[in-house]
């Protein structure tokens, strides 16, 4: 057992295997849960019982007693934090939207496994600051407490990095969920929160931080969670890139799919829209993208998602096909078709 892990009962099989313990996964191995679908998006927050779930390897059962935190790597002064030293840093929350980047094996398939939450912890930067980091350190590889194996590779660790320059106030190590602990599966005791990143950088039973000056070299950062970058004709450059920033993206929460609606009576096309950064147009189309309206958006508040409406009277019976496209305030727009942020079309009948 290394010092970043913290076990309560050791696996059955380690005197068998003597493979490193770890705690107790309980479920082992992939577990997730199936998000709200759009047309269910109906509340600005989402309750923690819709928020999605992911995880690769299962989800490890850590007291608070247990739990220990170290941060190693280039920082002058290593150390090792409990969980009660975790507490006594001030606490701050954010509203945030949280979204799963999607299935790492299909990362070109849109999931929409999407929530909009408040956490609550500390600042990772009052925490680092601890342990003095080095200027050459450039990058943060955190790594969770789960192990096994995802698509039959070995992992000793969930292990992710974010860069640096990243590290903003609104980076949290969270130890609540919409106001309360955080649930086993979501990471208790403790886990990294990134807003503005996909949700799979936001290491859940945060163990171990490593400053380094190089990427980590995981399955969870080269291998898989890396995508082929695209010049701004949208064609592959040959380099990759890691899946870090939340890309512009909307879902149409109503009218729902396959909703009769009345010609000649008002339509609200309503839903959210997000972007690392923020986003700073919307356009709707009820005619499958041959023609697009603005939308009425609301201004971004921090790193939560924001409201749109659009209202439409529609004329001609028939079927219809709704869309919303969203523009980043730091540029893009999300893509017709195949990638994870594309347009998100929502079938309706005029009648
Ligand atoms: N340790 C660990 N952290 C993890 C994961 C994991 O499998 N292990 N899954 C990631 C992925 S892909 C996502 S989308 C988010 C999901 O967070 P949630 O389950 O709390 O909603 O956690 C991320 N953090
Ligand atoms: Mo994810």
């Known amino acids: 057992m290394t010092s970043a892990h913290t076990t309560i009962t050791p696996r059955p099989d380690d005197a068998e295997t003597g493979v490193t313990a770890g705690p107790v996964l309980d479920p082992a191995g992939f577990f997730r849960r199936i998000p709200l679908l759009p047309h269910q998006m109906t509340s600005r927050r989402t309750a923690t019982s819709d928020v999605i779930v992911l995880c690769h390897l299962g989800v490890p059962r850590i007291t608070t007693d247990a739990w220990r935190l170290t941060i190693d790597g280039l920082v002058a002064r290593p150390v090792t934090l409990d969980f009660e030293r975790l507490k006594s840093f001030p606490k701050v929350s954010i509203e945030t939207v949280h979204q799963c980047a999607g299935s790492p094996l299909q990362p070109e398939v849109p999931a929409r496994r999407i929530s909009n939450v408040v956490w609550a912890g500390v600042r990772l930067a009052d925490v680092l600051a601890l342990a003095q980091p080095q200027p050459a350190a450039r990058f943060a590889w955190s790594y969770g407490a789960d192990y096994g194996a995802f698509d039959n590779v070995p992992c000793d660790a969930y292990l ?24 086993p599966e979501h990471g208790y005791p403790a886990r990294l929160v990134i807003p503005g990143f996909y949700g799979t950088n936001s290491v859940k039973w945060l163990t171990r931080l490593t400053l380094a000056a190089e ?66 147009r919307l356009e709707v189309s009820c005619d499958g993208g041959a023609s697009w309206q603005p939308a009425a958006l609301e201004a971004p508040s921090g790193r939560a998602w924001q409201g749109f409406r659009y209202d439409w009277i529609p004329t001609t019976k028939g079927p219809a096909t709704l869309m919303a496209r969203a523009h980043g305030r730091r540029g893009g727009v999300q893509p017709q078709s195949g990638r994870r942020n594309a347009i998100h079309c929502v079938p309706i009948t005029i009648v």
């Open 160 to 183: 992710k990095d974010f860069p640096l320059s990243r590290l903003t106030e609104d980076v949290l190590i969270a130890h609540e969920l919409n106001g309360a602990a955080l649930p």
């Open 215 to 280: 990427r980590a070299d995981s399955a969870f950062t080269t291998r898989w969670y890396n995508d082929p970058e695209l010049d701004e004709g949208g064609q592959p450059t040959g380099a990759r890139q890691p899946v870090w920033s939340i890309a512009p993206e909307s879902v149409i929460v109503t009218p729902a799919p396959d909703g009769r609606i009345a010609a000649g009576t008002l339509c609200a096309v309503t839903g959210w829209a997000w972007a690392d950064g923020g986003v700073d």
